[in-house]
């Protein structure tokens, strides 16, 4: 019932900015933890920062200082503020949503699928 659906992403040239956004549905977005994870060419995909439902983040450290995650409960969106791009950002960029039980973590995405994610392309 959980839909997520990324959008923003382009062709930017280095040291340009994007934000991405992500807009949830068929949830309570309150209550959940939010994540952006990114998959370059021929790359795992990974985590790029987090934000918990009390507003506190995480960054990769690849990402650090440049990237702002954010979250706007009253719009049920997550975004991702890209600042200074570099070429190896160059990735597709996934949003995901993560809930706690009983101590034990749940990822949206694993649970359904991961989708097509957004294009984020940083090249001159």
């Known amino acids: 019932q959980v839909q997520l659906v990324e959008s923003g992403g382009g062709l930017v040239q280095p040291g340009g900015s994007l934000r991405l956004s992500c807009a949830a549905s068929?949830?309570?977005?309150?209550?959940?933890?939010m994540e952006w994870y990114r998959q370059a060419p021929r790359k795992q995909r990974e985590l790029v920062a987090a934000?918990?439902?009390?507003?506190?983040?995480d960054y990769a450290d690849s990402v650090e200082g440049r990237f702002t995650i954010s979250r706007d409960n009253a719009k049920n969106t997550v975004y991702l503020q890209m600042n200074s791009l570099k070429p190896e950002d160059t990735a597709v960029y996934y949003c995901?949503?993560?809930?706690?039980?009983?101590?034990?973590?749940?990822?949206?995405?694993?649970?359904?699928?991961w989708g097509q994610g957004t294009q984020v392309t940083v090249s001159s």
């Open positions: 995901n949503m993560r809930g706690t039980y009983y101590s034990s973590s749940y990822s949206m995405r694993d649970f359904g699928s």
């Open positions: 068929g949830s309570i977005f309150s209550i959940y933890a």
């Open positions: 934000i918990t439902s009390g507003g506190s983040t």
